[in-house]
């Protein structure tokens, strides 16, 4: 009965990292990127929902709605100043600037927030469902993380799919040049891939904190890690990769914690990514870097 | 007035002159061939008027307005479209999609369709395959797709980049015939070729590039019978 117990866990934990890890593979997939900030993006809603629950008090409807606008803004916002202007430099340029977004705002988050470890209040409210006599708990949080996971999933894949701002982000993400000829906005389409990921970021803070509540300026960074990781075991630029790679992330680290080592367990999740790299260099679903001529 | 002319263009790619000062003009309801050798700036000229690749100097004045001072992606709401050399479909969107991308600038959902029926009936091949990936299609297809997308922006005047390049025989008589056929329905079309006898063939008129100038220009049967252009381009 543990075993089921430990791979609902790893489900509900999985679904967090695959709901941040679209957000790294969005931004991959069409401006080439690895936006190593997305992870304190997570820290930041954290803040903000803690801020407005325990510090002001309020609803927690209204903190995570409050938490995903500004999430969105200063996802859209981290773009125009720090990555627009790099949109001609070496990807290695990029990269560093993104690691100092990171930097900033960890720093930020401890000047304003302070230093201590907050504890954060569940923003789910839903009992716990108990099985099989007693035997099985499964956590109110789990019980609304993996639904809500599955219809973030449904709702991106339907986007990307089937809307024309979508199909704009498919052409870009295949075709800079060839979108642009058709007369695709590739900053606004870049504008809107961050926004959208920077929303998710503040939906999976609520749901990760409300789970693991120790928040502090520094609790994003191995969550925003985790989760590019997933996305690479999913294979990077892939929506339907990041969530396998996610879900299976968390149950390989729930299991790892529960049957080898809990000290280990975030030894066992990047041994997972070094053998991902050596085995299938793509990824899960990673798609062949295959120039037909 | 011409409808595009393109007067003392000069681009570089870094320190390297690839455009040394290139004037051409293209009248409404033309069909008017760039040709010339690899290397010769074909390609960079038409990616200059499309905005893909900036100017140094140089004035690229379409209906009036210089294009070279627009965003590249709002070009095509101007009725300029590009056929780029190598295709480049979305091989991860269907034909349909393609489509419907090459239509991107206009919101008219029944004029679209009906834009995509019409595609269809120039191409028979691309509603075969409609709901096929487009990375699944043979070369030849793919050069239908693209000029197919090209054409649902409604454009006044299509820019070709080598739509023969790398296709059999019988594909390439298929390519020319459809060039005729978009001429005949009233769009102007730019040509770049390295097949310069089928390109001067269809022409009306040409401009010979050689390493970023033009060294001769004139009615397309002239150029096809003249000594140098048959030594240099036509093999004969």
Do not use: W
Request: charged content about 15%; aromatic content about 6%; overall charge neutral.
């Amino acid at each position: 009965m543990s075993f089921i117990s430990y791979v609902i866990r790893g489900i509900s934990l999985g679904s967090v990292y695959s709901i941040i890890a679209l957000g790294y593979t969005m931004v991959y997939g069409i401006a080439k990127m690895l936006n190593f900030a997305h992870g304190d993006v997570i820290m930041i809603g954290g803040f903000i929902i803690f801020t407005i629950m325990s510090t002001m008090g309020l609803n927690p409807l209204i903190a995570v709605i409050v938490a995903i606008i500004l999430c969105t803004l200063l996802g859209i916002t981290i773009e125009r100043i720090a990555y627009k202007p790099l949109r001609k430099a070496p990807s290695l340029a990029v990269l560093i600037t993104a690691i100092g977004v990171s930097y900033f705002l960890q720093n930020f988050a401890l000047l304003i927030f302070g230093a201590d470890t907050k504890s954060f209040t569940s923003v789910i409210n839903v009992p716990d469902l108990k099985l099989a006599g007693g035997n099985l708990t499964i956590a109110g949080e789990t019980l609304v993380t993996i639904p809500l996971c599955i219809i973030i999933m449904i709702a991106l894949t339907t986007f990307v799919k089937k809307s024309k701002t979508g199909r704009g982000m498919v052409a870009v993400s295949e075709d800079r040049d060839a979108a642009i000829l058709m007369g695709v906005n590739v900053n606004r389409t870049i504008a809107i891939t961050f926004a959208i990921g920077s929303a998710l970021a503040a939906v999976a803070s609520a749901l990760m904190f409300s789970s693991y509540p120790s928040l502090s300026s520094a609790s994003g960074a191995m969550p925003g890690i985790k989760a590019f990781v997933a996305a690479v075991f999913g294979g990077i630029g892939s929506i339907p990769g990041a969530m396998i790679g996610g879900i299976l992330l968390g149950i390989i680290e729930i299991l790892g914690r529960a049957y080898i080592s809990s000290q280990l367990a975030d030894a066992i999740v990047f041994f997972v990514l070094i053998l991902v790299l050596l085995i299938k260099p793509t990824g899960i679903l990673g798609k062949q870097i295959q120039e037909k001529v | 007035m011409a409808m595009l002319e393109v007067k003392d263009l000069q681009v570089y790619y870094g320190v390297i002159q690839a455009i040394k000062g290139v004037s051409f003009k293209v009248n409404e309801g033309e069909v008017i061939a760039l040709i010339g050798a690899n290397g010769a700036g074909k390609t960079t000229i038409l990616h200059t008027v499309t905005g893909l690749i900036p100017a140094k100097t140089g004035e690229v004045i379409y209906e009036g307005i210089d294009l070279l001072k627009i965003p590249a992606h709002k070009i095509v709401s101007h009725g300029i479209a590009h056929v780029p050399e190598g295709r480049h479909v979305f091989s991860q969107l269907t034909v349909y999609e393609n489509l419907l991308m090459g239509a991107y600038t206009r919101s008219d959902k029944s004029e679209i369709e009906e834009t995509i029926e019409n595609v269809y009936k120039r191409f028979p091949r691309l509603k075969e395959r409609k709901g096929q990936y487009a990375g699944t299609l043979s070369g030849g297809e793919q050069q239908m797709l693209a000029m197919g997308r090209a054409l649902m922006s409604k454009p006044k005047i299509v820019l070709m980049d080598e739509p023969s390049m790398g296709l059999s025989p019988i594909l390439v008589e298929e390519v020319f015939d459809i060039i005729e056929s978009i001429r005949k329905s009233g769009t102007t079309v730019l040509l770049v070729e390295q097949n310069a006898k089928k390109a001067l063939s269809i022409a009306d008129r040409a401009y010979v590039l050689e390493t970023g100038n033009i060294v001769l220009e004139g009615d397309a049967a002239k150029l096809l019978n003249d000594e140098s252009v048959k030594k240099a381009y036509l093999g004969e």
